[in-house]
C-alpha cells in the first residue's frame, strides 16, 4: 500500500536539514537525523522548526515566554489524510479534557486556587525565588542520603507476564521531607502518599538495560500504561528490563478521601505542587540507587507521558546517571496548561484576578519546579522528545517549547493526540534506532 502523501512544507528544507522527497515530489520526510540541531525525525512537516528562533531565551523563560502562549498554535503542514486523523484524534481529546477540566474545577480548584491559597503561594516566592535564582537544581532537588528499605513482592499482574522473567511489586517509605516548612505538617498527614510504589519486569539472567516508565496525570494504572509505553514490545523486543514508576498523590499514594488519582497534586495548590516534584525526582532516584546497589544495573534510561514526560525532563536536568530521557507528549509549563483546560482556565484567572496577578508571576511561582529553568544535565544526544499533532491536553506548543529549551534534540511528530497515539509503530521505531546509536540496548 501507497503511503499517504504529505504536503510541501512552507520553508524550504535545506541540503543541511538532510530533508528528502520522493521523485513525484509529493512525499516530504523531515529528517535530520541525531547529529544536525534540527532532528526531525517524523514524516511531519513541521512548518517552522527548522528554522525559527527559539521560543525562549535562557534567560527567565517565565518573563520571556509569550503572556498569551496559552493562546498559541503550533503550525503543521499536512496531508488531507493526516488531517484527518489529527482532528478525529483531537476532537477525543477535547472531549476528555472539558470532562477533566469539569472536575478540576469543581473538587481541586476551590482549596488549590482561591485567591487565599494563591496569596500563600504566593508568600512562598521569598522561599522557592532564592533556589530558581541561585541557577543549581540540586539545591532544591536534594539526593537522598543513604539506603532505604524496599520491600519485594513477586507478583502476578493483569496483562503482561513474561515467561524468560518475573514481575515484581516494590514499595518503600519515602524519607522525603518538603523543603518549604510551612508544608511539612501537612505533608506528614498524608499517609498513603509516604509510600511509593514501582512495578519491576526483569528478566532471569539479568542485570539488562532498564527503562523506568513514568505514567500521566490520574493515570497510573499498570495494566493501562503497560500498552500505552508498549512495555512488552520493550521488554521483549528489544531486550531490556522495565519498570513502571507511581508519582506522588496519584494511585496508592492518593490522600485521604480523594475523589480521583492525582486530586492532591493540585488540590493543595501550587506550593505543593512544586514539592510533590522535588518528591517524584527523589523517589525516583532512590529507585535507581536500589537498582544499581542492590541489582548491579548499571544502565538506566527514563520516559514518561504528559506529566510524567514533566517529570522525566525535570530528571534530565536533575540526575546524571540516566543514560537517556524520552518526554513523549509531555507538559513544558503548568502554568499554562491549567490556563488552556477551560473552564477550569476561567477559573484560575479569576482568582488571579482578585490577586492582581498576571500568568508571568503564576509561572515564576512554579519554576523552581519547572523543567525549563533548568538546564539538562544529559548530553542533547540522549535526548529525545515525541509530540502529538493533534494533543488538546498538552498542546503540541509544549513539545516545541521543551525542545528549544533542550537545543532542538531528536524530535518525533506523530499524526494523533494525547490518547490517541496514531502511528505509535513508527515512533517506536526511532525510539529503538535511538537506543541503538546511544548503545543502551544488549547486544
Known amino acids: 500500500m501507497k503511503p499517504p502523501e504529505r504536503s510541501m512544507p512552507n520553508t524550504k528544507l535545506k541540503p543541511s536539514d538532510s530533508a528528502t522527497a520522493d521523485r513525484s515530489g509529493e512525499r516530504v520526510r523531515a529528517h535530520t537525523g541525531a547529529r544536525s540541531r534540527g532532528a526531525v525525525v517524523s514524516d511531519i512537516a513541521h512548518a517552522e522548526c527548522l528554522e525559527a528562533p527559539p521560543t525562549v531565551t535562557r534567560g527567565e523563560w517565565w518573563g520571556d515566554l509569550d503572556p498569551d502562549f496559552y493562546k498559541h498554535d503550533e503550525r503543521f503542514n ?31 480548584a476551590p482549596p488549590g486556587f482561591n485567591p487565599g491559597e494563591l ?45 524468560d522473567g518475573s ?43 532498564t527503562v523506568i516508565a513514568i505514567h500521566g496525570f490520574g493515570a ?20 531490556v528490563d522495565v519498570a513502571l514508576f507511581n508519582l506522588p ?3 496508592k499514594r492518593q490522600t485521604r478521601f480523594s475523589p480521583f488519582s492525582g486530586h492532591g497534586f493540585f488540590a493543595g495548590g501550587i506550593s505543593r505542587i512544586n514539592e510533590a516534584m522535588a518528591q517524584a525526582v527523589y523517589d525516583f532516584r532512590i ?3 536500589y537498582l544499581i546497589e542492590q541489582r548491579d544495573v548499571t544502565d538506566i534510561g527514563v520516559t514518561g507521558v504528559s506529566l510524567g514526560g514533566f517529570t522525566t525532563a525535570l530528571l534530565a536536568a536533575t540526575e546524571p546517571r540516566l543514560k537517556f530521557a524520552i518526554p513523549n507528549v509531555p507538559v513544558a509549563s503548568l502554568a ?19 490577586l492582581d496577578m498576571d500568568v508571568v508571576e503564576a509561572r515564576r511561582l512554579l519554576a523552581v519546579s519547572c523543567p525549563l ?19 488538546r491536553l498538552a498542546p503540541p506548543t509544549h513539545t516545541r517549547l521543551l525542545w528549544d529549551h533542550w537545543d532542538r534534540p531528536r524530535l518525533h511528530w506523530f499524526p494523533g493526540s494525547h490518547i490517541l497515539h496514531i502511528d505509535r509503530t513508527d515512533y517506536l521505531r526511532e525510539i529503538e534506532k535511538f537506543l541503538r546509536e546511544i548503545a543502551f540496548l544488549p547486544r
Open 336 to 354: 499554562d496548561v491549567v490556563l488552556e483546560w477551560e473552564p477550569l482556565g476561567v477559573i484560575v484567572r479569576t482568582a488571579m484576578k482578585a
Open 249 to 251: 498523590f496519584h494511585g
Open 287 to 289: 529507585l535507581m540507587d
Open 373 to 391: 529553568t533548568w538546564r539538562p544535565v544529559l548530553p542533547r544526544q540522549r535526548l529525545m522528545v515525541i509530540g502529538g499533532v493533534g494533543d
Open 220 to 239: 497510573e494504572g499498570y495494566a493501562l500504561n503497560q500498552w500505552f509505553f508498549a512495555l512488552p514490545w520493550i521488554y521483549e523486543h528489544l531486550g
Open 78 to 108: 499536512l496531508a488531507w489524510f493526516d488531517q484527518l486523523r489529527v482532528q478525529t484524534s483531537a476532537a477525543l481529546d477535547m472531549v476528555i479534557r472539558t470532562g477533566a477540566a469539569l472536575g478540576l474545577s469543581a473538587l481541586a
Open 167 to 209: 514481575c515484581e511489586s516494590l514499595r518503600f517509605e519515602s524519607p522525603f521531607v518538603p523543603k518549604n516548612p510551612r508544608l511539612r505538617k501537612d505533608w506528614a498527614s498524608h499517609e498513603g502518599n509516604r509510600y511509593a510504589h514501582v512495578r519491576y519486569w526483569r528478566h532471569n539472567d539479568g542485570p539488562r538495560p
Open 119 to 163: 496569596a500563600r503561594a504566593r508568600a512562598d516566592d521569598a522561599f522557592y525565588g532564592p533556589f530558581v535564582k541561585g541557577g543549581d537544581p540540586t539545591k532544591f532537588f536534594e539526593k537522598p542520603r543513604g539506603s532505604v528499605p524496599i520491600r519485594i513482592k513477586k507478583t502476578h499482574p493483569v496483562g503482561f507476564s513474561p515467561k
